[in-house]
């Protein structure tokens, strides 16, 4: 398994790559370590360096890294390869079909190849369809989708047969982790949670509660996550202090409690507009049974029952965010009714458990 740094594969992948053993299959996962993260010991897998980093300055060392890619591959000479997120996917995909080796891809959302707004954004889709078609023209592959807007895409492209497509809904929860509390009684926490980049929709969140923060009620608005520094739409340090300080909105920074701290948050609110897979993040709202405010846009929308577990609102628009906010706290039957519905949402589709045992059976069917 390739998974682009080692913190996404942490908080995404671990359980599948810890169920190996059980499944009587010998896994290495590379994965490029971050500055705060180190070797781990693991018993059931193991855990390496990737040739492949997370970013590439210049194209020249991506091409290094495909020929490191390559050998090794070549070298190991695996029954499967199973790549995660855009950059694995793509290089580790054409080395799989060189090397005839049986390859899974998982498309966590189509990423910001999936922008057209300029003629060079057009050229770069068009490549990357090219690419996609090569890997996938083999029946010895299979595609991971974690929305079906993403699946659309990939059919109305003609990337692969549909029968070689499956879709799973995100990376799913450990439900005995994150379950409900019964400690929101008088609360009026407004939670948002992601890692801090504009397009997770920060700085609408900051300008609902900034318009909020007039309000008697007693709101609270409460935002956790790291910064990214190496995403394009990364926001500073510096600037989300004072966003947060202009906007009445405590920053919690990254937390590890995060379970804890979404179960005991009155409404969980995610604005994003990034292209997304299926934000775990959702699925651990629902998972704590705490009534999701979030965008209708890929991804997001696919872990939210319209009106039932949450509030869908358009994306860029705080007023939409303040409205549906408002709407929810001056409705509390409603939000306990959500909140049962989002429990039993994430109780019925978003059992890590059984998207472990969804990966082990495309695994074995292509071994």
């Given at each position: 398994?390739?998974?682009?740094?080692?913190?996404?594969?942490?908080?995404?992948?671990?359980?599948?790559?810890?169920?190996?053993?059980?499944?009587?299959?010998?896994?290495?996962?590379?994965?490029?370590?971050?500055?705060?993260?180190?070797?781990?010991?693991?018993?059931?897998?193991?855990?390496?360096?990737?040739?492949?980093?997370?970013?590439?300055?210049?194209?020249?060392?991506?091409?290094?890294?495909?020929?490191?890619?390559?050998?090794?591959?070549?070298?190991?000479?695996?029954d499967l390869v199973h790549a995660v997120t855009i950059k694995p996917m793509i290089l580790l995909g054409i080395v799989a079909r060189l090397t005839r080796t049986p390859f899974v891809g998982t498309f966590a959302g189509l990423g910001p190849v999936i922008n057209q707004t300029i003629w060079l954004q057009k050229i770069r889709f068009r490549i990357v369809l090219l690419v996609y078609k090569f890997i996938y023209n083999s029946k010895s592959s299979i595609i991971i989708c974690q929305s079906e807007h993403d699946k659309k895409i990939l059919l109305k492209f003609r990337v692969c047969p549909e029968s070689r497509i499956t879709l799973i809904l995100g990376s799913g929860v450990n439900l005995k982790r994150f379950k409900p509390t019964f400690s929101k009684k008088g609360k009026?926490?407004?939670?948002?949670?992601?890692?801090?980049?504009?397009?997770?929709?920060?700085?609408?969140?900051?300008?609902?509660?900034?318009?909020?923060?007039?309000?008697?009620?007693?709101?609270k608005f409460l935002l956790a996550g790291p910064t990214d520094e190496l995403s394009p739409t990364s926001i500073s340090e510096k600037e989300l202090k004072l966003l947060c300080i202009d906007s009445n909105v405590e920053y919690l920074g990254n937390r590890k409690d995060i379970n804890t701290l979404i179960a005991s948050a009155s409404i969980f609110v995610l604005p994003s507009y990034y292209p997304e897979g299926v934000p775990k993040v959702l699925m651990?709202?629902?998972?704590?049974?705490?009534?999701?405010?979030t965008t209708d846009h890929p991804g997001c929308r696919d872990a939210v029952i319209e009106n039932v577990t949450g509030i869908l609102v358009e994306p860029r628009n705080p007023e939409e965010i303040t409205n549906a906010i408002l709407n929810m706290l001056d409705h509390p039957e409603t939000l306990k009714r959500m909140a049962k519905a989002s429990r039993k949402l994430a109780e019925d589709y978003f059992d890590e458990n059984e998207v472990v045992c969804q990966h082990y059976r495309i695994y074995q069917k292509l071994i």
């Open positions: 398994m390739f998974v682009n740094i080692d913190w996404f594969f942490l908080s995404h992948r671990l359980p599948i790559a810890e169920a190996a053993s059980l499944n009587d299959v010998e896994m290495n996962v590379y994965t490029d370590f971050s500055k705060k993260n180190k070797l781990y010991d693991y018993q059931n897998f193991n855990l390496l360096q990737s040739p492949l980093t997370r970013t590439s300055k210049f194209f020249g060392l991506e091409i290094l890294e495909f020929i490191k890619a390559y050998f090794l591959i070549r070298k190991e000479k695996p009026k926490n407004i939670l948002m949670a992601c890692r801090m980049l504009s397009d997770k929709g920060v700085k609408e969140f900051c300008a609902s509660a900034k318009y909020l923060s007039q309000d008697d009620r007693g709101i651990e709202a629902a998972s704590c049974g705490t009534p999701v405010i």
